[in-house]
């Protein structure tokens, strides 16, 4: 079967970016970055990006061009080729097909929460909700977590959920080329259009309030900006920046290497890595830095936006938002530009979440994407359930937990370690620069082999240290949720051990055709 | 807004605008270009 291929240089820093660019650009940066210490927040922040965000980024492309030149598409069969005598790296890369499955199956139910509200945006479904307590209540009747006047039950979102689930399977049913890098293609300048549309009437919004005059749009950024300098002694603010970077580059998830694999040989890799990471953090800083605290800022104060951010990460974005594009002039179109921004970041990052697996299928058990993709949506569709129903029960969070967050650091460290270490970082340095478009400066070698592993074993002992011990006795865990959190972490290592056997399986297949081929 | 508010905003403004404008700019010119006449690249 022949191998599917990008059909440009742009077309996959698009569909990288895509990737990267998520709802935590625009809802969890900054967020963090008014939580953690304003301007000061910006510096390890920086840090994180040139140490380990950046060089983790090289790294993914690169294993993942070479190990698609050795016809892989997955990590387990990546890590094999580069750790040739170990027998259990390939379980290790396991992860890398685990984490976005297991990822794809919770985002695309909250993608398409984000679809819901631009259709009621347009509707004018949340019309009548013009405070924060109303809007609380129609985002918990919409996820069924209560029955109340604006919803009965979860009829309306598992509409939305089967419409975005089909949309995600039919762009990834039309291929790399045709459906993947066409809709990052024109998404991601749409989604680049709306912010920017978004951004221009933010920074416009003047003084709403006469009465409170120091509500304005500068004080809204100096919300952000401001340093709070004895936030950098705060060694949870240093994990905070090195965390946000770790997870909107979507580095140590594994799509990454799928994307690259689908390049040829003598494609480039440093400059591709280098747009796409520069992409992703022109969406974070200029746009997710900018649209809503200081819209927040400029309605609520200072004191009413610091609530509402501490309260969760969406209560900003699907409470908040809302409520201010209330008290605009056609907050229509306010509320679809917003909702359908949000969408169009989430609908590239699903998509590539779900590669990985469907490559595992094409590639390794040489099914017909059709086939793959039906498996894949079968599957996947079946464990959606999981966190729709049981959103209230925890579920969806224990997902995030795992799937999202300790799979990501693990991933990302093993990753490192085997490219300059395993593999040996003079050969990594090669390959890194074959057919090159940039030289990265020198200095990069000693970074990517001996500080982005100490960096990241330094996050993964302080991740594993501040969130295990509670995480496994599960202290926070309500009494009547136990079950559930239990339920959920039984299905998550089952489904994690018929993973490692069927790659097991497929890289004992071709190990046993490449025998007969000799 | 502070003085140093300011200064914080403007220089992370200037680092990732002048990372996108210039990745992309070198990715434009080398997608338009054939690469084996391409004599040399660059440090960025």
Redesign the interface.
């Known amino acids: 079967m022949a191998k599917q291929r990008w059909g440009?240089?742009?077309g996959i820093?698009m569909a990288v970016a895509g990737s990267a660019i998520g709802l935590g650009n625009f809802l969890r940066f900054p967020t963090l970055a008014a939580q953690d210490g304003?301007?000061?927040f910006?510096i390890p922040y920086?840090i994180a990006l040139f140490l380990v965000g950046l060089p983790l980024m090289w790294i993914e492309w690169t294993i993942g061009r070479f190990g698609g030149g050795l016809g892989h598409s997955t990590a387990p069969g990546m890590f094999h080729t580069m750790a040739e005598k170990s027998r259990f790296i390939k379980y290790f890369g396991v992860i890398g097909i685990f984490g976005p499955i297991i990822i794809f199956i919770y985002y695309t139910y909250v993608e398409s929460w984000l679809l819901g509200y631009s259709f009621f945006a347009v509707s004018g479904k949340y019309a009548a909700c013009t405070d924060t307590a109303s809007l609380k209540a129609f985002l918990s009747g919409y996820q069924g977590l209560e029955q109340n006047q604006y919803f009965s039950g979860l009829t309306t979102a598992y509409v939305f959920f089967v419409v975005t689930f089909l949309i995600n399977i039919f762009i990834l049913y039309k291929g790399i080329k045709g459906g993947i890098e066409k809709v990052c293609m024109y998404g991601l300048p749409l989604l680049f259009i709306l912010a920017f549309i978004l951004l221009i009437r933010v920074f416009t919004l003047g003084v709403p309030d006469p009465a409170r005059p120091e509500n304005n749009v500068?004080?809204g950024?100096?919300f952000i900006?401001?340093?709070k300098w004895d936030a950098l002694l705060n060694p949870n603010v240093w994990l905070d920046a090195a965390g946000q970077i770790f997870f909107t580059l979507s580095v140590g998830i594994g799509v990454i290497l799928t994307y690259a694999s689908y390049l040829k040989k003598?494609d480039?890799v440093a400059?591709?890595g280098?747009?796409s990471?520069?992409?992703n953090?022109?969406a974070e800083?200029?746009f997710g830095?900018s649209i809503v605290l200081v819209s927040a800022f400029v309605f609520l104060g200072a004191e009413t936006t610091k609530e509402v951010a501490n309260s969760g990460t969406f209560n900003l974005g699907m409470v908040t938002m809302p409520m201010i594009f209330q008290k605009m002039h056609f907050p229509a179109f306010w509320g679809l530009s917003w909702f359908l921004l949000l969408f169009i970041a989430g609908i590239t990052s699903s998509i590539s979440l779900a590669q990985p697996a469907i490559a595992l299928l094409e590639d390794d058990f040489n099914l017909s994407r059709k086939k793959a993709i039906s498996i894949f949506a079968i599957i996947t569709f079946t464990l959606c359930h999981a966190p729709i129903l049981f959103l209230k029960n925890g579920v969806l969070d224990e997902m995030d937990f795992w799937g999202g967050r300790f799979c990501l650091v693990l991933f990302g460290t093993i990753e490192v370690i085997l490219f300059a270490w395993v593999f040996g970082m003079n050969k990594a340095w090669t390959e890194l620069h074959h057919?090159?478009?940039?030289?990265?400066?020198r200095f990069y070698q000693f970074i990517i082999k001996y500080i982005t592993p100490a960096f990241l074993l330094i996050i993964l002992g302080s991740w594993i240290y501040k969130n295990i011990g509670e995480a496994v006795l599960m202290t926070n865990v309500a009494k009547d949720d136990k079950v559930y959190i239990m339920a959920t972490r039984i299905g998550l290592i089952l489904f994690f051990v018929i993973l490692a056997c069927l790659v097991r399986y497929a890289l004992k297949k071709r190990a046993s055709i490449e025998r007969s081929q000799r | 807004m502070t003085i140093q508010g300011w200064m914080f905003l403007m220089a992370s403004w200037v680092i990732i605008i002048y990372m996108t404008v210039y990745s992309i700019y070198k990715t434009i010119k080398s997608t338009n270009t054939d690469k084996g006449t391409e004599t040399s690249n660059d440090g960025f």
């Open positions: 440009s240089k742009l820093i304003g301007g000061a910006m920086f500068i004080n950024l100096g900006w401001n340093p003598d480039d400059l591709s280098l747009s990471a520069a992409t953090e022109f800083v200029i830095g057919g090159s478009d940039i030289t990265i400066p």
